[in-house]
């Protein structure tokens, strides 16, 4: 009889709360990350969304994406990142769970009935309050991050984010490999000046430096964070085209940053970004305002690493890679599919680029000479 009871009231415990979740959705104009419709600490299940089972992912994969872009967004979700399920039946499962970012102000009615299905059928949109379109991709990193510090407030324990495109390729299995692998070579050195790793330890994708306050060799690793990207130090200024940067005054170029089409940060990092929201300048460029966001900060590892192809146009395709960028959706399918059936990214292995190993002992004018 009791036992009827209690699951009675949970019906209408969770009715309400289902009421109340899609009441803020719908009313508040697709914005559930409002803040009057974060459920409050005791309640985190329903905090971390809907379909939040998972409360623990190691890895959050933020994909940043368009209202329009719905069929990017299933080909993704039946693609690459499923690659961290044993797909490749490595026996190895991953933690980390993803949302498509996208912002909910000034959609039409259909894109709101759109929206709405989509969410009710894959719970993974990440719906923020801005206008959805390229001009305020800062905004909705920064509007990301913030949601994130908080949810971690509530409970979601993450250790790393990695933000990418809609036209972007993740190997999500090697990447989810990989990260414990970098966190060990980093650990397992000695990080002697000049604060690169040593040349046994350095293979050959990646180049690292060290930012503390501290001596190096007292420098405790455990504390450090780590921003891990296809680095660029000497990239002039936008000063025409779609992402002009008119107001920038700071030096002649931008700062180091890792190039948007894929990068990862340290929990720290996101937390760092999402409680200063308020105080940050957004420029054009979201990476671009990313590097300069973490210029300043104390104990972080900045990782170049050559596997990740994520410039404004593919370097071509190599087995490889770990991410890759301006992936057209078939090309998407056919990556997916090499990599279940033959374990490798590509079809067939390109080059369209050169490459650089960045060179963090140089001036960052200097820092990026082909070799290859
Ligand atoms: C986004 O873009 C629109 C139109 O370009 C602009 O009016 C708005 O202030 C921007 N910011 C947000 C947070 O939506
Ligand atoms: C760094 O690590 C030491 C030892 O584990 C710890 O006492 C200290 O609080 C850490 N500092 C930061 C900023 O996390
Ligand atoms: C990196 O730059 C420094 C300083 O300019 C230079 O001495 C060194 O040879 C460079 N390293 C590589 C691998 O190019």
């Known amino acids: 009889m009791r036992r009827v009871k209690e699951s009675k009231y949970c019906r209408i415990i969770f009715a309400a709360l289902f ?52 069929d990017r967004r299933n080909i993704i979700r039946e693609t690459w990142l499923t690659l961290g399920n044993n797909v490749l039946g490595s026996g190895i499962k991953y933690r980390y769970k993803h949302y498509f970012v996208i912002g909910s102000l000034g959609l039409s009615n259909d894109e709101i009935l759109h929206i709405s299905t989509e969410q009710s059928q894959n719970s993974d949109i990440l719906i923020l309050p801005l206008y959805d379109n390229y001009k305020n991709l800062t905004e909705k990193v920064l509007k990301s991050f913030e949601w994130l510090n908080l949810q971690y407030d509530y409970g979601l324990g993450y250790k790393y984010v990695l933000k990418c495109d809609d036209d972007s390729v993740v190997n999500l299995q090697s990447l989810l490999v990989e990260i414990p692998k970098l966190e060990s070579t980093l ?37 450090m964070s780590i921003y891990w990207g296809y680095f660029h130090g000497n990239a002039r200024i936008k000063r025409n085209g779609k992402w002009q940067e008119s107001e920038w005054i700071l030096c002649d170029n931008y700062v180091p940053y890792a190039l948007g089409g894929g990068y990862i940060l340290s929990r720290n990092l996101v937390s ?51 991410v890759t960028h301006h992936i057209s959706p078939t090309e998407t399918k056919f990556m997916f599919e090499s990599l279940v059936n033959n374990k490798q990214l590509c079809v067939r292995e390109v080059e369209k680029r050169k490459y650089y190993l960045y060179n963090w002992s140089a001036l960052p004018s200097e820092c990026c000479v082909m070799v290859n």
């Not at 508040?28 to 409050?40: A, E, F, G, M």
């Not at 972080?300 to 410039?311: G, K, Q």
Request: proline share 4%; with cysteine; net charge neutral.
């Open 19 to 70: 009421s109340f979740l899609l009441g803020c959705m719908i009313t508040l104009n697709l914005t559930p990350i409002d803040k009057t419709c974060i459920v409050d600490n005791t309640d985190r299940e329903y905090n971390i969304m809907q379909n939040s089972k998972l409360k623990n992912p190691e890895v959050i994969v933020l994909i940043l994406s368009a209202v329009k872009n719905s």
């Open 187 to 223: 650990i397992n050195s000695n990080l002697h000046y000049p604060l690169n790793l040593p040349p046994e330890k350095l293979n050959h994708f990646i180049t690292t430096n060290i930012q503390s306050n501290e001596k190096i060799n007292t420098v405790n690793i455990e504390n």
């Open 272 to 322: 760092y970004i999402g409680k200063n929201v308020n105080y940050l300048r957004t420029f054009k460029s979201e990476d671009v305002s990313v590097g300069l966001w973490l210029s300043a900060i104390n104990n972080i590892i900045r990782v170049h690493d050559i596997r990740f192809d994520t410039e404004w146009t593919s370097r071509g395709c190599k087995n490889y890679y770990l």
